[in-house]
């Protein structure tokens, strides 16, 4: 059997200092996270933070930098996550559009708010997601290189 980890996108975009944030329901569960989700065949990174997040917010999102990529082991089944995270601004809502079914609501959070939810966010890559962008890591786009995609 060959290993292969889950390649995931989520997206960092704020408000007057809220921060754009997802409840959804995992395994009968709801849980915090930001607009994020696995990339898709024949799609480049970019392109997958800004279909997720319109899929599951309904805000069109234009990245402006990476602002960390991060590995997690999943404790429960040792499912492995490589997530390549952005930063970037909403620019339109469509309130009109219909969100992915496992998304409850979409919201806008201040840091206090996420982190007192602690306990319900959907991986430690969450919070380590928005202290980095706190903490004004940021890598240009050019870092990614698409080759023949």
């Known amino acids: 059997m060959t290993w292969k980890p889950h390649v995931t996108v989520a997206a960092i975009a704020v408000q007057q200092d809220r921060f754009l944030m997802v409840e959804e329901q995992i395994d009968q569960k709801m849980v915090l996270n930001q607009p994020a989700g696995h990339l ?3 799609e480049t990174l970019i392109e997958a933070v800004i ?3 319109l899929e599951e917010t309904a805000w069109s999102f234009d990245p402006s930098y990476i602002s960390g990529l ?3 082991k999943q404790p429960e089944n040792g499912r492995v996550f490589l997530r390549f995270c952005f930063y970037g601004h909403v620019i339109h809502h469509d309130a009109q ?3 992915d079914p496992d998304i409850h609501q979409a919201l806008w959070l201040t840091y206090d708010e996420i982190k007192t939810r602690n306990n319900q966010l959907r991986s430690p890559m969450v919070l380590s997601c928005i202290e980095d962008y706190l903490n004004g890591k940021c ?3 050019e870092l ?3 080759l023949e995609i």
């Open 40 to 42: 898709e065949d024949n």
């Open 51 to 53: 279909r997720e997040t």
């Open 70 to 72: 991060y590995q997690w």
């Open 97 to 99: 559009r219909q969100l």
């Open 139 to 141: 890598f240009p786009l």
């Open 144 to 146: 990614i290189r698409n």
